[in-house]
């Protein structure tokens, strides 16, 4: 009787969130999609790696700094198209980027789509929400949906580019379009969830809402380093081929995605702050069993429990800041979906240049230390007012 019940839920989960959860997996399938192109460039229009670089920086500064701007934006308006808009923009912008012809204009192009980007889950993270109710478990599956659409970039554009050169991004941009859509048919449907017809009570609390930040930049900065150096790792240090360090990457991947979900689901059951500490203090022995672990096949299974412990937080963040911004759930998804996010990859380099003296097996035993940080901050963080 209890599965049913539970079984029942799920369906409903799911009936509640899938026009979000496919929304938010569309829109980062674009913020895959550039790192999966970069090399194109390079190989196809001799850019050099700084300029390869300037790329990537186009599309973060896109999608990170304006994040918080457009939260306040969508915490003071409506603005029912500014979800389905950003998402259009983010396909548009990133698929005619191979079409251009010129480095400054691939550039523009590229800043755009980050702009899509920010546009999108501001106002995505306010009304997924107000779609969510209270649940911990639904706002996971919009939060996971994010982590399928980064997955399945590089799976899903690699191919194209191989085959028909860079100009083959312009392939994905029917799919924005299209998405954007139907979003924007679900958001006039579904009008009065749409503006965040529930409104939280209780005063906005700043002071925990950083901390809170602080803990995410935390989990981002293991998140992108991993995601950075797991492959090169694999490569380099374990001595698998090429493929199998792909694969590594893909399992890591995968384990974040499921982590996701398990985590709204513990989030319901034991609360949102012993969440994000187990999953913090799971890291790091799933991190340490990565780092000892002496065979390539046997790494991808801790691979995958790195995915799951970093990633079993992520639902939680969003949730959570919303809590301690009950008037501005607009602003706590543009922080918690956006900028946090981005800025944990601001630590790659320091990363990068701990792999340039020490190898890439000297980043990975960094990072089993990491995870005490996000634990002594998370021990901070007050329950959410009730």
Request: positive net charge; charged residues 10%; glycine residues 10%.
């Amino acid at each position: 009787m209890v599965e049913a019940v539970e079984a029942v839920r799920a369906v409903s989960d799911w009936q509640r969130m899938r026009h979000w959860a496919l929304a938010h997996m569309v829109d980062d399938f674009y913020q895959g999609l550039v790192p999966a192109s970069i090399p194109f460039f390079v190989l196809e229009r001799d850019y050099s790696y700084v300029a390869a670089s300037g790329l990537a920086l186009a599309a973060t500064l896109g999608s990170a700094l304006p994040q918080p701007i457009l939260g306040v934006i969508a915490d003071r308006w409506r603005l029912l198209w500014l979800a389905p808009a950003g998402l259009a923009l983010a396909g548009v912008g990133a698929g005619l980027a191979g079409l251009a012809p010129t480095y400054p204009l691939v550039w523009a192009l590229l800043l755009l789509s980050g702009l899509g980007v920010a546009a999108f889950h501001p106002a995505a993270g306010r009304d997924a929400r107000a779609a969510a109710d209270d649940s911990a478990k639904a706002m996971s599956l919009f939060a996971a949906g994010g982590s399928v659409g980064f997955f399945l970039a590089p799976a899903l554009a690699t191919p194209a580019l191989v085959s028909f050169g860079v100009g083959a991004t312009a392939l994905f941009i029917p799919p924005a379009v299209l998405m954007g859509f139907v979003l924007w048919r679900h958001q006039q449907r579904h009008i009065r969830n749409a503006v965040a017809s529930r409104r939280l009570d209780g005063p906005d609390r700043w002071i925990p809402f950083f901390l809170l930040t602080a803990v995410e930049v935390v989990r981002s900065a293991m998140y992108s380093g991993i995601n950075t150096f797991i492959a090169l790792y694999w490569i380099n240090q374990l001595g698998s081929a090429r493929a199998l360090g792909g694969v590594a990457l893909a399992a890591f991947l995968v384990g974040g995605v499921a982590g996701t979900v398990v985590g709204g689901r513990v989030a319901d059951r034991v609360g949102m702050l012993r969440t994000i500490q187990i999953g913090s203090a799971a890291a790091i022995p799933a991190l340490v069993l990565l780092r000892v672990c002496p065979y390539p096949e046997l790494g991808l299974a801790a691979a995958v429990l790195v995915g799951v412990a970093v990633n079993m937080p992520f639902a939680v963040f969003v949730k959570l800041g919303q809590d301690y911004l009950p008037s501005r759930p607009g602003t706590a998804a543009g922080v918690t979906l956006g900028l946090a996010v981005s800025a944990g990859g601001l630590f790659v380099p320091v990363l990068g240049a701990i792999a340039d003296r020490h190898g890439p097996q000297a980043v990975l035993t960094t990072l089993c230390f990491i995870p005490v940080i996000a634990i002594a901050l998370a021990a901070l963080l007050p329950e959410p007012a009730v």
